[in-house]
């Protein structure tokens, strides 16, 4: 099927303001103790932690870092007892708003994510509230210039549950998210290897944003992301590439 690059657009977007702000190693951290805590200290038998350490080998975390992290998790530190949460709420415009947390203090983190939403217009929801409109898959980005015939063939044989090719010929293959890794594996021994592989929340519906709603939804989530306890932010806003391009145009003439 064919289709936009929104997401894909706003969220490498996110993903270099995260870096410059130097949060995503503290945020790979967390998550690493928390894999190895709940599925041990081996990537190759656990595909959470393996995910994740995979992210942060691509982001240019060194080895030694990422071990430390691994064994502080295996060795079930009091100091590392985190408890995963999930907060739901709509931002400007009814846009649904996925919050996902790591913290040591459930008190601290409900008080700074309802504060975010209502400096910015938006409103914490009760548990239930969106995230029934969606569904957690593994997406793996592939560049422009693949031959589109072998990549799906390759895609479909590694059991991934749909491909899309976006109008500037870059391709993402979706899967189901306990297949991820499978996939992921099969795909770079098919040879073809991705730009960019995560987890994502897919939403069911979308909201389409005019530059006034753009600029509200994406500054909601860059407040919940510059939280420290906030791990991922998804929404199922629909941001217009030409939009996106204005914002970007906007930010360098700054």
Known sequence: MAGHSKWANI????????????????????????????????????????????????AN??????????????????????????????????????????????NRTVADVRHAFNKRGGNLGTDGSVAYLFTRIGQLQYPPGLDEDDLMQAALDAGAIDVVVYEDGAAEVQTEFADFMAVKDAMMSAGFEHEHADIHMLPATSIELDMVGAESILGLVDALEDLDDVQNVYTNADIPDVILAEMAGEGQSR
């Not at 995963?84 to 203090?105: H, Q, R, W």
């Open 11 to 58: 969220k490498h977007r996110k993903a270099g303001q995260d870096a410059k702000r130097g949060k995503v190693f503290t945020k790979f951290i967390r998550e690493i103790v928390v894999a190895a805590r709940a599925g041990g200290p081996a990537p190759e038998d656990n595909p959470r932690l393996r995910a994740v350490v995979d992210k942060a080998l691509t």
């Open 61 to 106: 975390m060194k080895r030694d870092t990422i071990d430390k992290a691994i064994a502080r998790g295996a060795g079930n530190t009091d100091t590392d007892n985190y408890d995963e949460v999930t907060y739901e709420g709509y931002g400007s415009g009814g846009v649904a708003v996925l919050v996902e947390c790591m913290t040591d203090n459930r």
